[in-house]
């Protein structure tokens, strides 16, 4: 990830550029990561518009599909313009989606942008809930298992969250369905959110969708926090700070935490983005009506505007969180900002 | 009043037994058939409906790519919606597939079946205030028959020449006489909309029982009551929601939690299961869909009928009745017409697995190769393990098939109708005229088994436009023994509608003429407390 940050250059180069960046490291590194990730995006829709292309049946034979007749493919080729060159369609769509214009949908007519802007607002308001709960937790439990490590905590720790991340989300589901809302009937099921929903019924109905995707991400960012404390206990100066009288709580908080925070913001960071582009499966269990089954349902129909714009959205949220941890790792650790 | 009669009656009363199985157990239980068919009323009658409450329905099919627009009604959780706000001209009985008059009072045809002259009811009003005028109808089905229409009904349309108000009455005119018109205007596409719905197609704006109150494609949708609604004998419920649920797991989670009232789609492999938990109740009723493997009668080595006849008798229907749908469906007699259909041909012999003529077929048609056979799951629900049951069963006729796994992507373009011997499926069609049209007649797009007979053509076209039923009967028992006999159809089963709801809905009424009681669920139970 810090790679890029290297701006070393051999001697000799312009000297302008590399004072400017030099001055401003941080803002010159966020002005090329958005031009890198504007050409990125426009890799993405190139992948995905080819991709849906060289799928076999085109959007008029698979959204009919064993009732088309061939005066129906006809009608809906030449109405939505499919009998016209692949360069060609891309190209038009591109000049309108620079404009913010992603079109309507071929399956429903609708506007692309409405739709997603519900669907993706019911996904980030899904990840933000799970998000909340399981960072501060895997955190707090990663240090308290580099406290108590290799003892009973510690241990208990570990069994429990990798166990949870090695069952299957739609297994750890259907566990939670099962025992909370058919046996207890205590959870809302199934989670399916609308517009006149209060903000306490939502947050109920969301309740066992949370609880499923906190037990996955936990795991992951938990080990981690745990690895990256533990390395850096091992240096001289926690020992320094062991020898010097402090707690050993203290230490790990005040000394080792900050230290070990870039990989840790890392890891946080790549689980975010899953909370927002891999829960499909999740809101396929619970009946949630987020942007992954909103894709899903486009790609098997072949709706082409709006695989484009769930797949440029899905790309762009993984390059800004990647973005931001890069960011957040070289502002916790200065040394990454002056590279030798 | 025996015991067993009397359990068949509460089971009556509870809405859990159709009038057609109440009469077969009851009839097998010595009554006789005034006596059976007294006690049905009697028993259904003490089911007094409740008005009241809030329906909710867990269904699968809905997609975010649903249209409201009802020519591109696609999905089952669609088709209900639709019947929930709108209405068509005609309807099927639940009970013999006859058309009943809907938003058309009554019918007549002219002599030859090619002109249909339908009166409208008057006083109907759209949930808009309007009330339901000749023109509305008119410009509805115009709609629907335009070329450039991308109508799911335009294949029943296609023969409508002209359609036109004649003092208040519609009259259609056909390019050729069709006896069964008014059973094509039930199709579920073709509801009646303020003009036609050209103005605004998704509107959702009908005549029916339900007013839309919210709709998210693919998620949910609302509906309140409509208080003017032109018939008091449907809507009993005071709301409906609908939710889009594609999870199979989900949907029983939801029934068995008491979330939902009403779920489709309960799998062969879970209802078993289901049908333990106390407060559920299993709804199956016979469909039309079938699960077939076809053969292109043009094509070797399945031009050779001797071959087709053996590959027929090397099915084990019963087998595939019990593993593949876990009972819950019928074996098939190699012609794509059920009991479901009106008029169908009774007493046509059953065939059954018979290794020993199938073997007998085989020799006499000279092939001594293998079989290859594509299949994929998407042809039907274990259409993999139903090639693989097949070529068992095969196996001891003497006869090897070679199973041939295609991806389920394009296979209904690049397989189906395109290779000489596939799995299909077929979903039933209004008539036995439209099913043969569909996919049996020699022009027809559809005819994924190449079976090109004229005499069965004239056939076809001859029953089409009689009248009289006792001569049409006949007709159709004749094209069915051809299909039966000489083509390219091998049909092992009909699949059943297996749909389930917790105990205090009532009043399902087992519709033969599709699933979810005809789309019309939401619209025909209440709720007991």
């Given amino acids: ?340 | 009043m025996s015991n067993y009669t009397k359990y068949l009656a509460s089971h009556v009363t509870s809405g859990g037994m159709s009038r057609r199985e109440f009469m077969g157990r009851a009839m097998a239980a010595g009554l006789t058939l005034t006596a059976a068919s007294q006690l049905f009323t009697e028993s259904a009658e003490a089911q007094e409906p409740k008005r009241g409450g809030h329906l909710k329905l867990g269904l699968e099919g809905g997609a975010a790519t649903d249209s409201k627009d009802p020519a591109k009604f696609l999905s089952q959780f669609m088709f209900v919606v639709g019947r929930c706000w709108g209405d068509m001209l005609v309807e099927s009985d639940p009970l013999t597939g006859k058309p009943v008059p809907a938003l058309a009072e009554s019918w007549e045809p002219s002599a030859d079946a090619a002109t249909w002259t339908f009166n409208i009811r008057k006083g109907v009003q759209f949930h808009d205030g309007k009330e339901l005028t000749i023109d509305d109808v008119v410009a509805t089905l115009k709609r629907h028959t335009d070329e450039k229409s991308e109508s799911g009904a335009l294949g029943v349309m296609k023969s409508i020449k002209e359609i036109k108000a004649d003092g208040g009455k519609l009259v259609l005119t056909l390019s050729e006489g069709n006896a069964d018109m008014p059973l094509l205007l039930s199709d579920y596409h073709l509801v009646i909309q303020p003009n036609g719905g050209v103005d605004d197609p998704g509107a959702s704006i009908g005549t029916g029982p339900y007013k839309m109150a919210s709709f998210e494609p693919g998620v949910r949708a609302t509906f309140e009551k409509n208080p003017d609604d032109w018939r008091s004998d449907r809507g009993y419920v005071d709301s409906i929601e609908i939710i889009g649920m594609n999870d199979a797991t989900a949907r029983i989670a939801a029934l068995s939690s008491g979330q939902v009232h009403y779920i489709n789609r309960v799998g062969p492999k879970t209802v078993d299961l289901l049908k333990r938990a106390p407060n559920v109740e299993i709804f199956n009723t016979s469909g039309r869909g079938h699960y077939v493997f076809i053969m292109h009668c043009n094509t070797a080595p399945f031009d050779n009928n001797d071959l087709r006849l053996a590959l027929k008798y090397a099915m084990d229907r019963e087998t595939m009745v019990q593993r593949i749908l876990g009972g819950y469906g019928k074996v098939g007699n190699d012609f794509p017409i059920n009991e479901t259909y009106a008029l169908f041909p009774e007493g046509i012999e059953q065939r059954s697995y018979d290794p020993d003529k199938a073997a007998f077929h085989y020799k006499k048609s000279g092939h001594d190769d293998s079989v290859l056979l594509r299949t994929s799951e998407v042809a039907f629900p274990g259409a993999v393990d139903a090639a693989v049951l097949y070529q068992e069963s095969c196996k001891k006729a003497g006869i090897n098939i070679e199973v041939k796994r295609e991806p389920g992507d394009g296979y209904w373009s690049n397989v189906w109708n395109a290779q000489p011997f596939c799995t299909s499926y077929w979903g039933g069609r209004p008539t036995q005229d439209q099913m043969y049209s569909t996919a049996y007649l020699s022009t027809a797009d559809w005819n994924d088994t190449r079976f090109k007979r004229p005499d069965f053509d004239k056939l076809l076209y001859e029953a089409r436009s009689e009248l009289d039923e006792a001569k049409r009967k006949d007709m159709y028992r004749e094209m069915a023994m051809m299909v039966r006999d000489e083509g390219g159809l091998i049909l092992p089963m009909f699949n059943d509608f297996v749909n389930a709801a917790s105990k205090n809905v009532k009043g399902y009424v087992h519709d033969i003429g599709n699933d979810m009681s005809n789309g019309y669920v939401a619209t025909r139970v209440w709720l007991e407390s």
Wanted: proline fraction near 5%; hydrophobic fraction near 55%.
């Fill in chain 1, 1 to 340: 990830m810090s790679e890029s940050v290297d701006t070393g250059s051999p001697p000799g180069q312009k000297e302008s550029g590399l004072r400017y960046k030099e001055r401003f490291p941080l803002l010159a590194l966020i002005v090329e990561r958005l031009l890198l990730s504007a050409a990125l995006l426009l890799a993405v829709s190139v992948l995905i518009f080819g991709g849906v292309e060289a799928l076999p049946g085109d959007f008029a034979e698979t959204y009919l599909g064993q009732s088309a007749t061939p005066q129906a493919v006809a009608n809906i080729r030449s109405d939505l313009g499919l009998d016209r060159p692949v360069v060609t369609r891309y190209f038009e769509w591109l000049g309108n989606a620079v404009q913010g214009d992603f079109g309507t949908s071929w399956a429903s007519r609708n506007s692309v942008s409405e739709q997603i802007g519900k669907r993706l607002g019911n996904s980030l308001f899904l990840a933000f809930c799970a998000a909340i709960i399981s960072v501060p937790l895997a955190v707090g439990l990663g240090m308290l298992a580099v406290h108590f490590r290799n003892r009973i905590p510690d241990k208990i720790i570990n069994v429990v969250s990798l166990a949870a991340i090695s069952l299957p989300e739609f297994f750890i589901g259907y566990l939670l369905i099962l025992f909370f809302a058919v046996k207890f009937g205590v959870a809302t099921f199934p989670a399916t959110v609308y517009d006149s929903m209060t903000f306490v019924e939502r947050l109920k109905a969301v309740a066992l969708p949370v609880a499923t995707l906190v037990l996955v991400v936990l795991a992951h960012m938990m080990r981690m926090t745990r690895a990256a404390i533990l390395s850096v206990m091992s240096s001289a100066y926690m020992e320094t700070a062991e020898l010097k009288g402090l707690g050993a709580f203290r230490s790990i908080v005040r000394h080792a935490a900050p230290n070990a925070l870039a990989p840790i913001i890392n890891v946080v960071a790549l689980n975010l983005a899953y909370l927002v582009v891999g829960v499909v499966v999740v809101e396929v269990v619970f009946v949630y009506p987020g942007m992954g089954q909103y894709m899903v349902d486009a790609v098997t129909v072949r709706d082409m505007p709006v695989v484009q714009a769930c797949g440029l959205i899905f790309a762009a949220v993984y390059i800004l969180l990647n973005m931001l941890a890069d960011i957040l790792a070289i502002i916790a650790n200065p040394r990454l900002r002056h590279p030798r």
